[in-house]
């Protein structure tokens, strides 16, 4: 039975990882889950059911230290990274944004199996996390990584030339403009059902820019070698293309179960993890090629990713305190990408080349979020 940390246990990761445990009765033991807190009923459900033995929140700790006498309730702002360096067989790090560098990195240092959602911890401070990381240490979440992880076993790493992300392209894909869209419009994912600001990530295609990132660290894979492509359907998780002109795929519905079995599972396949492909039906999948003019995202993130060091850092701070922006109100849907590359644009010049710690990384994003506050306001309709 494997000992298993949910950080993030009431977001869309962590749901379905914990309805994936419940799906396998004795080989999971959840001893540990971790959320904001913004829904304690939901948290003490989870803690009971599964019987962990310590919840961690930022937010309404007495409630539930009240409704869970049993159990070890640690509050504040470093709770998910104190849960995240128990050790355990794995720790499924569900949360989103930069917050979640932590307890990646506590993970990584008590030994820990990452079963990594997070793609914002490698964007944040990829070659930090990398260089704590182990051979095998790290097990890719995210589906689009989840599919390269998986085609790129039907051959060697050194006869991989090219990785081939897809993206839905978002409520907007077929959009002639981006004026006037509201954040309910934002909202309506046509294939995937995630948190706003992951949905609203996929909107601008940002998301596919961090994922691109990402892919770079966990694959050691040079940006010139990976690609983004639009496939509506979402069936085709990703791509790997060998040296010899054979493109493998990984497909199953858009359903985020499979991959997080096939993570904290690894290397072994959880049977039916998640439905397959219906094959007595007609099915069409098709791909395109990203309009870069009308999603400048993409480009921008490769900019940021290429140049390295603390750009990354950057780019997603700024991608955050924009998306907060237009969620309230503040700024238009296409301003986001406008705060995110004026920030980039003025801090360029003057970033450090490394990060060393965790520190250095708070650093750069504070001063990243606060020139974004400041556009914001700017760009105020």
Known sequence: MRDVVILGSTGSIGTQALQVIESNPGLFQVIAISSAGMHPELVIEQAIKFKVQYVGVVTNAEVIRAALPSVTVIDGNLAATELAGLKCDVVVNGITGSIGLGPTLAALDAGNVLALANKESLVAAGDLVMSKAQAGQIIPVDSEHSAIFQSSLAGKKSEIKKLILTASGGPFRDRPDLDGISVQDALKHPTWSMGAVVTINSATLINKGLEIIEAHYLFGMPYAQIEAVIHPQSVVHSLVEFNDGSTIAQASPPNMKGAIAYAINWPDRLPQATTAIDWTVSHNWSFEPINSAKFPSIEL?????????????????????????????????????????????????????????????????????ARASAHLLRLAP
């Open 301 to 369: 993130a490769r900019h940021c990713g290429q140049t390295g060091g603390v750009l990354p850092a950057i780019f997603n701070a700024a991608n955050e305190v924009a998306v907060a922006g237009f969620i309230a109100g503040k700024i238009e849907f296409k301003s986001i990408i406008t705060v995110i590359a004026n920030v980039v644009s003025e801090l360029e010049k003057n970033s450090v080349s490394s990060l060393r710690d965790l520190a250095d990384v708070s650093a750069i994003e504070e001063d990243a979020r």
